[in-house]
């Protein structure tokens, strides 16, 4: 990109050079070289604190008290409940959590009922920080559970970037009217002529982050060899959820091992599941149909990382749209996913980023319940069916903006880089 050089591009480009120099002082936690890393003999204190799953205290008295907690508690990784189940993991399960706490028990409550719980290692990965949800995720007594924090939430630059700025220009203020202004980022709207918003850029900026540190920084992590299975709180798991995916991996091995990712869950409406407990199809993925149970093995995140110039610059702010566009494009052979038919994730959200009134968890409980019930009978099969195999190939796609801004941009790719 070519910038005149006059005082206001000075300014952006001295406000980006800021990022970066920020980025380098703040993310020790995140690009910590092999040498710097906590050893399990640093000290006898951590090492037993690592091995008890101590709880860390979080101080929410004020942003930095909060950001130190944060930081802190990234660096540790106390995993709870470890002396309780030791051993590394059987399954690794990865949740994006918010400010949801109701929808999270709901989760929580189907997650205690899951078949084998006890060999997994729950990651939840926060970018909202409360008490309420701290205790939630802590009163966990049925697995090792691991918390991560994004350190770059906007609860922790309430009036600054990645957080909204007040002097960042107002949404859908013209760029004509906005360079007059002199508002800061009056050079970079969307696709569309609109300008970022705090709270619908996190989401792409938090997934992306995850991704990079379950797979490079989580020390439990080192030496899996499985897939990490992503979920987000509103979602709520089938008791053979561990069934089906071991189902899955074998049939993967023996009869698709081109497929790149998983699919245990999909959006399909939950009406004939004793037809399909069993039946599995591949195709190409697909953000509509696939971003819900998605598993994903570290060498489909080395060619995520891959990309990682062509994630953090397409002007898209949801993350599986963008992921939709990399594949066949940066990642030139599509995607190929083994997807669940009857799926083992229920989207129990009513309420979430467009929409926040008249949630009713109660509601989303009981729809849950329903299908359960319906499935109970269907649920552990011997065996999978292949039931279809569509094409794998490109699926273009009008990208929905909200991403045009050159700091994102430039945080979105420091988050893999060491700097």
Partial sequence: ????????????????????VTLMFTTR?????????????????????????DILKFNFGSVPELTQSVYTANYKQNILNADKFP???????????????????????SLENAAEVHSFLLIFSHDYFSQEINSIVQGITFCKVLQIYFPFSTQLYPSEFPGQDPKDCPRDIAKAEALKTGCLNAEHPDSYGHYREASITQIKHHWWWKMHFVWERVQAMQGYG????????????????????????????????????????NHEPFVDFPAVSNKVLTTGWMSTKHNIGMGVSKDMYYKLMGCGNDFCTYDDYNWDWTL?????????????????????????GDCGLHQKENCRPEWALQKAEESLLKAKESLFPPSLVLSGTEPVDHKPHMKNGGWGDVRDQVLCKNYSKRL
Avoid: W
């Fill in 324 to 348: 939709q566009r990399l594949s066949g494009t940066c990642i030139s052979k599509p995607i190929k996913v083994l997807v669940a038919q009857g799926s083992r994730v229920l989207h129990t």
């Fill in 226 to 265: 499985g897939f990490a299975v992503f979920l987000e709180e509103d979602n709520f798991i089938l008791p053979d959820f561990y069934h089906l995916y071991k189902l899955m991996v074998e049939h993967r091995k023996s009869s698709c091992v081109d497929c790149d990712m998983l699919a245990l869950g």
């Fill in 1 to 20: 990109m070519r910038f005149r050089i006059n005082k206001r591009n000075l300014l952006t480009l001295l406000g980006i050079s800021f990022i970066v």
């Fill in 87 to 109: 051993g590394d993991p059987n399954l690794v399960l990865v949740v994006q959590v918010h400010n949801r706490p109701e929808y999270l028990r709901l989760l929580i409550k």
């Fill in 29 to 53: 936690v995140l690009i910590m070289s092999d040498d710097e890393r906590p050893r399990p003999n640093t000290s006898a204190q951590e090492s037993q604190a690592r091995q008890s799953g």
